[in-house]
């Protein structure tokens, strides 16, 4: 296992001339080549040097080129890459803000009025758009600024952020060993090659998409192009062809609906279609297993660096969440009568442990043990099969996690509401409230909750239950 710097180093002499980041613009779809993609991010990477960047650098963008020649640059050569969801608020970046220092803020332009909001809240954070990374690049080249790089795998390289709102945000802190710990194994049953190219339309700021489908391409020398539309994501599947997706059921589930001829055709034609973030419907991944579509359910979580179990290309079993990765070490603990308990998770891709928590909030154990919250069992194969959480959080069908307890301790903020209960109604957050406000005042409140909430955690139904009819919520 090298650092990332050294992969960047080497692949400039493998693969200088190979087309790497491809983007749309004006229609068109355009590439640089790996030699021009490290150029850029050695420069950008000599400017924030240059600039007095360090330590905790924050990432707020949606996908783009600059944002992958940010994630690089600091993570290979300048310090810890903090990215963070393009969805959240000035608020949530403060909630933020108080569990971790932040350096800089690299953010898209589309951010800027967010970015007054925390410029105005902590004046010493350094703040720089994407739009000047042409002159800093400049800048940089011109600099003679030494890199030295990033080779201690022991050290933070990034810190994710399971939660932005409400309570304390947990933390994440992962090592450059941490995050590239589980590409043999995953190369070892899903091989991908420079042959390759994968279509990217997950959030480069998870842990999903950011490390299996981007930061392994430093290592395969696969292709990557950008999605620059939602809508059109089919579209573009169908002019690109990809050989490798990532994906989650909410998509896949729009894809199934949209499955013509043409469409399963091109599906036929991806080595390998990885689906995980929350549970893929059985019958839907049987119709495309059947179909011959190579689709592979993926399970694994944040503190572990994303993958802990993916199915096997050639195992048709269904009822499975995918087979354990070689290399993790994992576990069933006070499992009942029908082997269902616990899930917990160790090895190389482990977190330490979450930043600023102390061990009441952990759900690491002194053996370096990651407990995942999740309930499931193990059969003779390794193959792992999900049975429910024993946490209270809401996956949505996009992957992304709503913490339960969150939502009810904001909600009963308001003195006039009794209690509250949060729940998962079709992969969304819902609320039954109980309170003497009257159903128009209740929803008014419900709704201005939601406007400070990233559009994933908003209440999509209200349940509104006068407090004088009924006792205390279970």
């Known amino acids: 296992m090298k650092s990332i710097c050294e992969y960047l180093e080497e692949d400039r002499e493998k693969w200088s001339d190979l087309p790497y980041i491809t983007v749309k613009k004006n229609g068109s779809f355009v590439s640089r080549t790996f030699g021009e993609t490290i150029d850029d991010v050695q420069a950008l990477a000599r400017a924030l040097i240059s600039e007095g960047v360090s330590g905790n650098v924050m990432l707020y963008s949606r996908n783009s080129y600059e944002w992958t020649v940010a994630d690089l640059a600091v993570m290979g050569y300048v310090g810890v890459c903090v990215p963070i969801d393009s969805e959240w608020t000035a608020f949530d970046i403060s909630n933020t803000l108080s569990v971790i220092e932040v350096n800089t803020i690299l953010y898209e332009r589309e951010k800027q009025s967010v970015i007054d909001g925390v410029r105005e809240k902590y004046p010493a954070i350094r ?65 991908m090659t420079t042959a390759d190219s994968s279509y990217i339309f997950l959030p480069l700021n998870h842990v999903y998409a950011g490390v299996a489908n981007f930061l392994y391409t430093i290592i395969s020398g696969m292709r990557i192009y950008l999605c620059s539309d939602r809508g059109k994501m089919l579209e573009e599947m169908l002019e690109i062809r990809p050989t490798i997706v990532c994906t989650v059921p909410l998509i896949l589930n729009r894809i199934y609906a949209a499955a013509d001829e043409r469409v399963m055709e091109m599906l036929r034609g ?130 992304k996690n709503v913490y339960v307890d969150e939502l009810e301790k904001l909600i009963t903020e308001n003195p006039a509401v009794k209690s509250a209960a949060v729940f998962e109604e079709d992969f969304h957050p819902a609320a039954r409230i109980y309170t003497d406000l009257s159903e128009a005042e209740a929803r008014g409140y419900i709704d201005r909750i939601n406007e400070s909430l990233p559009k994933f955690k908003r209440i999509k139904n209200l349940y509104v239950k006068s407090e004088s009819l009924g006792g205390r919520l279970k």
């Open 127 to 191: 703040c720089l758009c994407t739009d000047s990374f042409p002159e800093l690049m400049e800048r940089g080249r011109a600099s003679g600024v030494e890199l030295t790089g990033k080779r201690d795998m022991s050290k933070t390289a990034m810190i994710l952020f399971t939660s932005g709102t409400t309570n304390r945000p947990k933390a994440i802190p992962l090592t450059q060993a941490n995050l590239l710990h589980n590409w043999d194994a995953l190369f070892a049953r899903t091989p």
């Open 270 to 399: 991806i080595r390998f279609l990885y689906c995980g973030g929350s549970f893929t419907d059985p019958e839907i991944k049987k119709f495309f297993i059947d179909n011959g579509v190579k689709l592979l359910e993926a399970y694994g979580t944040t503190e572990t660096s994303s993958v802990i179990a993916l199915s096997k290309p050639d195992d048709d079993n269904t009822e499975c969440n995918g087979v354990i990765l070689d290399g993790l070490d994992v576990r069933i603990i006070d499992p009942d009568a029908d082997g269902v308990g616990e899930i917990i998770v160790g090895g190389g891709s482990v977190s330490a442990g979450y930043i600023s928590r102390s061990d009441k909030y952990s759900e690491f154990d002194s053996n370096g043990f990651y407990h995942t919250g999740d309930l499931g069992y193990i059969d003779g194969e390794r193959r792992l099969f999900l049975k429910g959480r024993k946490k209270r959080m809401i996956i949505t069908a996009n992957g």
